[in-house]
């Protein structure tokens, strides 16, 4: 009995030493590296908050409410491949306007990571609806975008024109017992690609649960930027392949 827990222990420690190890040691993903374009220009908001945007500017004006697209996460970017699928709505009198939210992509961050919250973004939003100074905007919201679109509407419904959401994240009904309601056969869903496997062995590396227990527990940083963001750049090549029907067609940078 005592040599097997003296085994037992020994194993125990070698998996703690492995996981600490692991936490400690940077990794380097395989993912696009993050760097200016010539359209990016950037806002500097009553929050605190640097935000690097891009503006496509309406051909026609034709008195339209502008459009604000917002991108998934949080910590995501915009893509190259969102300016590309936006840039048409110019044509039709459109002023667009793609943001890389707090904290990630090209614009500031926050060295107090408690700082980070759906209050944050919200109020950021509203900054730059009034710097584009518009009465109404056009929300575009894709996954975490879409849930920070609904947020922002449910207590502005005055700012806000119209909504397009895509791949919306968890958009929660009034009453919780309605989310566990089985979906219509008469709908005709297609079940999308399932990247689970392929995404957990990302996101549970010994690396990446230290980083959200370091976050969350102490308030603190262990990873830096630069590492988190290509952590997230990669996670997204591989979950977003989830969200679209040609899971071959999904990533462009």
Same mark, same amino acid.
């Given at each position: 009995? @005592? @040599? +097997? /827990?003296? $085994?037992?222990?020994?194993?125990?420690?070698?998996?703690?030493?492995?996981? %600490?190890?692991?936490?400690? +040691?940077p990794v380097?993903?395989? #993912?696009?590296?993050m760097t200016p374009r010539e359209s990016t220009k950037y806002w500097q908001l009553s929050t605190g908050s640097r935000i690097a945007y891009t503006h496509l500017t309406s051909c026609d004006d034709m008195g339209a409410y502008p459009v604000i697209y917002l991108h998934g996460g949080p910590g995501g970017y915009v893509y190259s491949e969102n300016? !590309?699928? /936006? @840039?048409?709505l110019t044509?039709?009198?459109?002023?667009?306007?793609?943001?890389?939210?707090? &904290?990630?992509g090209l614009s500031k961050r926050l060295e107090n990571i408690a700082e980070y919250s759906v209050s944050r973004h919200i *109020?950021?939003?509203?900054?730059? $609806?009034n710097k584009i100074d518009s009465?109404?905007? =056009? /929300? %575009?919201?894709?996954?975490? &975008? *879409? %849930? /920070? #679109?609904s947020t922002y509407a449910a207590h502005n419904p005055e700012r806000v024109n119209a909504m397009v959401f895509s791949c919306p994240g968890s958009l929660k009904p009034e009453k919780e017992t309605r989310s566990s309601l089985p979906v219509p056969d008469s709908l005709q869903l297609i079940r999308p690609y399932d990247p689970n496997s392929e995404a957990n062995s990302i996101a549970l590396s010994p690396r990446f649960i230290g980083t959200v227990?370091? *976050? =969350?527990?102490?308030? !603190?940083?262990? #990873?830096?930027?630069?590492?988190i963001d290509a952590f997230f750049t990669r996670m997204a090549m591989t979950f977003t392949k989830g969200m679209v029907c040609d899971s071959a067609k999904v990533w462009k940078e």
């Open positions: 009995m @005592k @040599k +097997t /827990l003296k $085994i037992l222990g020994i194993f125990l420690l070698l998996v703690i030493g492995y996981f %600490v190890m692991g936490m400690y +040691t380097q993903y395989e #993912a696009p590296h300016i !590309k699928v /936006l @840039k048409p044509e039709l009198g459109f002023d667009v306007y793609l943001y890389d939210q707090i &904290g990630s *109020a950021d939003l509203q900054g730059i $609806i009465k109404k905007v =056009n /929300l %575009v919201g894709h996954s975490w &975008g *879409a %849930v /920070l #679109a227990l370091y *976050a =969350n527990v102490l308030g !603190k940083k262990l #990873a830096g930027d630069g590492e």
